[in-house]
């Protein structure tokens, strides 16, 4: 039995982990621009397909592919604000749709450039860490520590940068970060690549243990989603424990009982949220 | 301004003619010159793109191949005729308001005579203008079968049905093995298969070490759901008719927590890579249902379906061996069951040829003599059963290990059918 728990308390590390990097970046984008970025989950996909492209194909070490995966999902966050949310900035429901539409055309290069099929991304290490009857795939294991690397870099950031200063001011209030002479438009630019790259960060680590396809956005958008709300839409801390606290439940619940109740129980746990403290746990009731 | 086409005559092209028309006397001359409008059109009705287009798109890259043969060879002969066969496509995309439409274009618009579906989801859409119009359409999924759906057959894979014989094989083989356990996504694929796998399990005398698990189809990380099945140590892992993108991970995640039993599923497409992501040892001896078409063994006179090694060759010739699933061939083994019965009927319209290929209960599907069956599971006898390869990995390769009958199974064990449909509401009167 403890071989059991610590074997579903790897799982659950594991899972919270990648979570939270796409959690917290779809809360960057939402926090300082105001965007439901529906492609959220695309990029994580192409995150992924970064890694089949660069580690797969081209044989480049898997550190470096992530590397440059996370280079270029980072650029495709700002060609979305660019192209879409910049010109859609006044109408939120419009950045919305436009990024429905941007989540249709990655699926769809991703059918036309790598095919239908799910790809084989060869597994980077065949090892791992035993624990009495636990393990712990150091690929699996590399996916949480990079998590805990790139989110202390990111609160570092965010927290003793002009930059991560000026990204905290917008998401605050953009008029009042406007007339204090931040730019919008570069802080978007920011959120945007820094959003963007996590997730891809989080497919490109995750690639090697999926077998990725053009359709894999699907099933953690939906996640995602329920991890801001429980966190607190617009906060960052929320993300991460909301990650690991849904990452936890699910995790336990599905080796308990079934994947299917773990489902329902996620939703229930957002419910209870919801009706305890509307905000999420770690949002700011907004003044009437 | 266009410029004028150069048609002058060139020594290169004189003597490439020349040549070509030397050498036409070996290659010989078209085999079948079909006069215009004596082509017969079939619909092709199934996803192409989208999460299950993996259960389509391979079927019509098949279908192109069967085309290809036919006309190749002087098309389909109906009433002393030959007609060339075209295939239209609509992808569906596995929904049902998109395959109405689909089947409503390739019904009136291109009047095709007979319509393959994958069925399932998609299936819905597509009933009542089949009813109405009395298209025969064919469908991967029997469980789409009703007694209303009088023009809807099943002539090739009655999943899940056929994954009695792997279990069957299995404890005549490996009788040691007495306990299993078996996980499925929760959808209208993995359900009615679990209770043909409990029913088989049951019938074989292994008992089930844990109760079914199943999974949301949304899931990615298989790790918790692997933790659950072994917990209880079981003999034998079943992966049920679990897709493709989910076999693999729960094969990864059962190599890396440490399982060394015995692994049976329903499929295990691209079962190369699994290997090559665990290991040889690993995947030695796993048994499954659907074999590749270069084993000799589907060189028995028995088999009815035309030159399968040759077929599996140029399938890898045209679109790669990684393109290779288990419905790569089923589509166009359901085309030479369509083929064989309007060349009987001697007409291509959906009626006669339907009757023709019912006729006296009786058929031969892909892997031998079949029997019209079905009515106690779908209320109707449209679900064409006989023997089924079971298959098994041994030394890296998958190889027929045996045919074996599904109407032996159920001649004996039908009741245990039923029960595990019955509970998990599997029955065509159950379904909604």
């Not at chain 1, 204090?180 to 996590?198: D, E």
């Not at chain 2, 060339?84 to 496509?89: D, H, Q, R, T, W």
Request: charged share 15%; proline share 5%; hydrophobic share 50%.
């Amino acid at each position: 039995m403890p071989d059991f728990l610590l074997q579903t308390v790897f799982n659950a590390s594991y899972a919270a982990s990648y979570m939270a990097l796409i959690a917290v970046g779809l809360v960057l984008i939402f926090g300082v621009m105001g965007v439901v970025n529906f492609a959220h989950g695309e990029l994580y996909m192409a995150g992924a397909y970064a890694i089949v492209f660069f580690y797969a194909w081209n044989g480049l070490p898997f550190f470096v592919a992530v590397a440059l995966g996370l280079v270029f999902v980072g650029c495709l966050g700002i060609l979305m604000e660019l192209t879409l949310f910049r010109p859609l900035r006044t109408n939120p429901l419009g950045g919305l749709i436009a990024s429905i539409g941007f989540l249709l055309i990655l699926q769809t290069v991703a059918v036309v450039g790598f095919g239908l099929r799910n790809q084989n991304v060869p597994r980077v290490s065949q090892g791992g860490i035993t624990v009495g009857g636990a393990v712990l795939t150091y690929e699996r294991l590399a996916v949480i520590v990079v998590t805990i690397v790139l989110l202390a870099a990111l609160w570092l950031f965010l927290r003793r940068s002009k930059f991560g200063w000026a990204l905290r001011a917008c998401a605050q209030d953009r008029e009042a970060a406007a007339l204090q002479g931040i730019s919008i438009n570069q802080t978007a630019r920011y959120a945007m690549f820094i959003g963007a790259a996590l997730a891809g960060v989080a497919g490109a680590m995750t690639a090697p243990l999926v077998a990725p396809s053009p359709y894999m956005g699907h099933s953690v958008i939906v996640t995602a989603f329920i991890i801001i709300i429980v966190g607190g839409v617009g906060s960052l801390e929320g993300a991460v424990v909301a990650a690991i606290l849904y990452a936890f439940v699910h995790t336990f619940v599905t080796t308990f009982y079934d994947g299917v109740i773990a489902n329902i129980v996620g939703l229930l746990l957002m419910l209870a949220v919801l009706v305890v403290k509307p905000q999420g746990l770690f949002g700011v009731r907004e003044r009437a | 301004m266009k410029s004028e086409p150069n048609f002058s005559l060139t020594r290169r092209s004189l003597l490439t003619g020349a040549a070509s028309a030397a050498l036409l006397p070996i290659v010989g001359m078209p085999k079948a010159a079909f006069a215009e409008g004596d082509v017969i059109k079939i619909g092709f009705l199934a996803p192409l793109t989208g999460p299950v287009a993996a259960w389509g798109k391979p079927g019509l890259d098949g279908c192109q191949i069967w085309a290809d043969w036919t006309n190749e060879a002087g098309g389909v002969e109906i009433g002393g005729k030959p007609y060339k066969i075209e295939l239209v496509s609509y992808d569906d995309e596995d929904d049902a308001g998109k395959a109405r439409t689909g089947a409503t274009q390739l019904i009136r618009e291109n009047e095709v005579k007979f319509i393959m579906m994958l069925g399932g989801n998609s299936w819905p859409g597509v009933e009542e203008i089949a009813a109405r119009q009395g298209m025969m359409v064919s469908t991967l999924l029997p469980s789409d079968l009703t007694p209303d759906t009088t023009t809807l057959i099943a002539p090739c894979e009655v999943h899940p049905i056929y994954n009695v014989t792997g279990v069957e094989w299995l404890a005549a083989n490996r009788p040691e093995l007495k306990t299993a356990v078996i996980c499925a996504q929760d959808d209208a694929l993995g359900k009615p298969s679990v209770a043909t796998y409990l029913a088989a399990f049951e019938a074989a005398g292994i008992k089930m070490a844990s109760e079914p698990l199943f999974f949301d189809p949304a899931t990615t990380d298989f790790a918790p759901v692997m933790t659950q099945l072994l917990a209880n140590n079981p003999d034998i892992l079943c992966l049920d008719t679990c897709y493709a993108d989910y076999v693999q991970p729960l094969c990864e995640q059962a190599f890396q927590q440490g399982y060394k039993g015995q692994i049976i599923s329903c499929t295990l497409d691209f079962y190369q890579r699994i290997v090559d992501r665990t290991s040889k040892e690993f995947m030695e001896g796993v048994i499954f249902q659907f074999p590749d078409f270069d084993d000799k063994a589907l060189n028995d006179p028995r088999i009815n379906f035309k030159k399968p090694n040759e077929y599996y060759a140029e399938y890898v010739k045209r679109y790669g061996a990684t393109q290779w699933s288990a419905v790569s061939w089923e589509y166009a083994s359901i085309l030479d069951l369509w083929a064989d019965a309007a060349n009987r009927a001697g007409s291509a319209e959906p009626e006669d040829t339907l009757k023709a290929m019912k006729e006296g209960g009786k058929g031969k599907h892909a892997f031998g003599d079949a029997r019209w069956w079905g009515k106690e599971l779908f209320g109707i006898d449209n679900a064409l059963v006989g023997d089924w390869p079971v298959v098994v990995i041994r030394d890296g390769k998958a190889t027929i290990a045996e045919f074996r009958s599904i109407p032996d199974w159920w001649d004996k064990n039908g009741e245990l059918l039923v029960k595990h449909m019955t509970a998990l509401g599997q029955m065509w009167n159950q379904r909604t």
